[in-house]
């Protein structure tokens, strides 16, 4: 069905990935209909040039669809038979597949490499963080996301992985205060789901931070 042929260095591309059908100023009037029916009147100063603001910045913070895109992710050989658990935290900002809102918080990563694979460039994990981010995401779905392309970038050769991710909800959060909007959610495989202790550690870890 997709017969897209457009170059994502022309101007005229398609809004985020190149399989997308939808060109820039059809979003644009899109984004125009959307600013009517709120009340806004779409053509006044301050206005004027928003859809065209938005569809840039769509660009940047959906370019999770575009797979040219994806991080290079540097792996290297266990030299050091290394099998210590790795800790990496940092910030993540994505935005709900629900209300389209942003959702972001802090995500706690660790793995724990096998003895005779590989290792990965820690420099490279926040930013498989920010690429899986960049979509309409659900939390969990991100805590999954990002495990599979860093397995994947080990070639599964790797004893465990765990990720939280502690994130407040905006469409949470500006609706009503009962709900403050925070959640967290975890995610484990191999070692990290088999031994206890392990994930006690991990935990000990966020806790230092
Ligand atoms: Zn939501």
Known sequence: METFTSDPQDTGRPLIQQASPVTDEQLQD???TVLKAIGEEPSREGLVDTPDRIVRMWRELFRGYDPTQKPKITTFENDAHNTEMVFDTGDFYSMCEHHCMPF?????FAYIPQDDGRILGISKIARVVGYCSARLQLQERLAHDIIE???DAL?????GFAIVL???HTCKTMRGVKNKGN????YFTGVFRTNPSLREEFYHLINMQ
Do not use: P, T
């Open 155 to 159: 070639d599964n050769q790797v004893q």
């Open 149 to 151: 392309m860093l397995s």
């Open 30 to 32: 899109a984004i125009r």
């Open 104 to 108: 972001f918080g802090q995500y706690y």
């Open 183 to 186: 959640m967290c959610v975890s």
């Open 166 to 168: 502690k994130g407040m």
